[in-house]
């Protein structure tokens, strides 16, 4: 579906070499974005970046000054800050509370949590000075629900809506907007070591979002007027 919606703004999507945010990335370039894709993944970035005519942006997430370099980077090809912001870089995995390893919480958090807020902070406070931009920060239904095995997920995406909620308020009246979105589970590789389908626990992936669902809500939010907010969005299948 190509338009010219989104055609001078750019958008920087993390997350960018798979699932929702390589989907992301490709409907907002065919809504004439100019998109940076960001992940750790150098080679799927550039081929990515090249089909949909984007820039690679190679960036650790739970490495500080990979964040900054990358977005320094951003800052000055671009002349300013992007115009779109998506947070969808992720890591997900499954255990309980008494069984989920230290190192397997951690990165959770470093991902999901600690790498948005990196990204948003980052770019905070030149967005705030240029009085525009959009925020979109991808959470999950697991960041305000409960499900057994969930443990470290669950903490991670409920701490992103904690974060993404006071950032909300202080975006208030500055012109710049930020969303949350919480789509329910998405059919992407990342469940591709689980096989839900054979797991009474955990849902049919023809019963799942797909990844490109998902990326018309982003590009729907990115559509919207100027003044409108649109704090939370929840997804689910139909």
């Known amino acids: 579906m190509s338009d010219d919606a989104l055609r001078g703004q750019v958008a920087l999507v993390t997350g960018a070499s798979r699932g929702i945010g390589a989907a992301v990335a490709r409907r907002l370039a065919e809504s004439g974005a100019s998109v940076w894709l960001a992940a750790r993944s150098a080679e799927a970035l550039r081929t990515l970046a090249g089909e949909v005519g984007g820039t690679a942006l190679p960036m650790d997430l739970s490495d500080d000054t990979s964040v900054w370099s990358a977005v320094d980077r951003l800052r000055d090809e671009v002349g300013g800050p992007p115009d779109i912001v998506v947070n969808a870089a992720g890591v997900f995995s499954v255990a309980a509370g008494a069984e989920v390893t230290v ?134 299948h139909a």
Do not use: C, Q
């Open 103 to 236: 190192k397997d919480f951690d990165r959770n958090l470093d991902v999901n949590l600690r790498g948005a807020f990196l990204v948003v902070r980052s770019l905070l406070p030149d967005l705030l000075e240029a009085g525009r931009g959009l925020v979109v920060n991808v959470g999950s239904v697991a960041g305000r629900r409960a499900y057994p095995g969930n443990a470290a997920y669950s903490a991670s995406k409920y701490g992103l809506r904690g974060f993404h909620e006071v950032l909300g308020e202080e975006l208030r009246g500055t012109g710049v907007r930020a969303t949350l979105l919480e789509p329910a589970a998405t059919d992407t590789s990342i469940w591709d070591p689980m096989d839900p389908d054979t797991d009474p626990h955990l849902p049919d992936r023809d019963e799942m979002l797909r990844a490109e669902d998902v990326a018309e809500v982003v590009h729907f939010l990115a559509t919207r007027p100027a003044n409108v907010r649109v704090p939370v969005l929840s997804l689910e």
